[in-house]
């Protein structure tokens, strides 16, 4: 049985720096056997605990990407419609009933399985990461809600499908619309908020090894500050990474005004917060303690 501490040192080994609130509420939800939803701003990690938690528990990831318009249809399976008209033409002369020739293409091989019955269907228990569960419909949500209840699938052609392993649900979300409570009741629940400057360090330090200490430090500092700014898309820990490893790469040891000009696309992903940070950018760098106050004006 998978106890608590082995968790965070999963966690841990797979280079997830996760505080204590993460690791419980990974831990329940695997106890619970519940699906477990994770809010919070975008570049923050939510996705990568389910990342982790498949690499951890040594099992297959299985991704269903959630957008504005899609149904069931594109969440469960498809029929392989080019491949069966194909199939009859060329056993439309064969002597078998029409029947027979029509159950001869309702089955696995014209089948194309969605992240929800590939699922269902999987030969253990995977890990299923149902991401930006907020820009689906409701309608869509209400059918998910379904899903996840019975964890069975009718498929009229062949018959109804039932999960021999039920998955372990991560359903992430941006807040970009509000979330049902019939699903809200129907998970554990876990916010994730931009992490404070002694985590994001940390994760620096972990996933990028080879930067130099003080880059590592002036690069989380100025990131802090940045983040205060009234930005319409906040940089978050992934745009931090993306520049660490960047700057590294390129051998450079320090922050100074014209690197980060030049680099601030990794960061920065509106024109209209570029202009603001560009203005602001001595502010920044003095708050930072990368350049002094003398040095500024």
Same mark, same amino acid.
């Given at each position: 049985?998978?106890?608590?501490?082995?968790?965070? *040192?999963?966690?841990?080994?797979?280079?997830?720096?996760?505080?204590?609130?993460?690791?419980?509420?990974?831990?329940?939800?695997?106890?619970?056997?519940?699906?477990?939803?994770?809010?919070?701003?975008?570049?923050?990690?939510?996705? %990568?605990?389910?990342?982790?938690?498949?690499?951890?528990?040594?099992?297959?990831?299985?991704?269903? @990407?959630?957008?504005? +318009?899609?149904?069931?249809?594109?969440?469960?399976?498809?029929?392989?419609?080019?491949?069966?008209?194909?199939?009859?033409?060329?056993?439309?002369?064969?002597? @078998?009933?029409?029947?027979?020739?029509?159950?001869? #293409?309702?089955?696995?091989?014209?089948?194309?399985?969605?992240?929800?019955? @590939?699922? #269902? $269907?999987?030969?253990?228990?995977?890990?299923?990461? #149902?991401? %930006?569960?907020?820009?689906?419909?409701?309608?869509?949500?209400?059918?998910?809600?379904?899903?996840?209840?019975?964890?069975?699938? !009718?498929?009229?052609?062949?018959? !109804?499908?039932?999960?021999?392993?039920?998955?372990?649900?991560?359903? $992430? +979300?941006?807040? $970009? *619309?509000?979330?049902?409570?019939?699903?809200?009741?129907?998970?554990?629940?876990?916010?994730?908020?931009?992490?404070?400057?002694?985590?994001?360090?940390?994760?620096?330090?972990?996933?990028?090894?080879?930067?130099?200490?003080?880059?590592?430090? @002036?690069?989380?500092?100025?990131?802090?500050?940045?983040?205060?700014?009234?930005?319409?898309?906040?940089?978050?820990?992934?745009?931090?990474?993306?520049?660490?490893?960047?700057?590294?790469?390129?051998?450079?040891?320090?922050?100074?005004?014209?690197?980060?000009?030049?680099?601030?696309?990794?960061?920065?992903?509106?024109? *209209?917060?570029?202009?603001?940070?560009?203005?602001?950018?001595?502010?920044?760098?003095?708050?930072? +303690?990368?350049?002094?106050?003398? %040095?500024?004006?």
């Amino acid at each position: 049985m998978i106890t608590l501490n082995d968790i965070k *040192r999963m966690l841990q080994e797979q280079g997830y720096i996760a505080d204590d609130t993460v690791a419980m509420s990974v831990f329940l939800s695997l106890q619970l056997n519940k699906p477990l939803l994770i809010e919070g701003p975008a570049g923050v990690g939510k996705t %990568e605990i389910a990342k982790v938690m498949a690499k951890a528990l040594n099992t297959d990831l299985i991704r269903l @990407q959630c957008y504005e +318009g899609l149904d069931a249809n594109h969440a469960l399976y498809e029929w392989n419609y080019q491949r069966q008209l194909l199939h009859l033409k060329m056993v439309e002369h064969n002597s @078998q009933p029409l029947e027979e020739k029509e159950k001869t #293409i309702f089955n696995d091989s014209f089948l194309m399985k969605r992240p929800l019955l @590939q699922a #269902i $269907t999987h030969d253990k228990k995977p890990v299923l990461l #149902i991401d %930006e569960i907020d820009r689906s419909d409701e309608e869509f949500e209400s059918f998910l809600l379904e899903v996840l209840s019975d964890w069975q699938i !009718t498929i009229p052609e062949t018959g !109804t499908i039932k999960a021999s392993f039920i998955p372990q649900v991560i359903l $992430t +979300g941006n807040r $970009t *619309r509000e979330l049902s409570d019939a699903l809200r009741r129907r998970c554990m629940y876990l916010y994730i908020d931009y992490p404070d400057f002694n985590k994001e360090w940390q994760v620096v330090k972990t996933r990028v090894p080879e930067i130099d200490a003080k880059l590592a430090e @002036q690069i989380t500092r100025f990131m802090q500050e940045l983040r205060l700014i009234k930005l319409e898309k906040v940089p978050g820990l992934s745009e931090t990474l993306d520049w660490a490893m960047a700057l590294s790469s390129l051998h450079i040891d320090h922050l100074d005004k014209l690197i980060i000009e030049q680099t601030l696309g990794l960061v920065i992903k509106d024109w *209209r917060d570029s202009r603001l940070v560009q203005l602001s950018l001595s502010e920044l760098l003095e708050k930072t +303690g990368v350049i002094s106050k003398v %040095e500024s004006l």
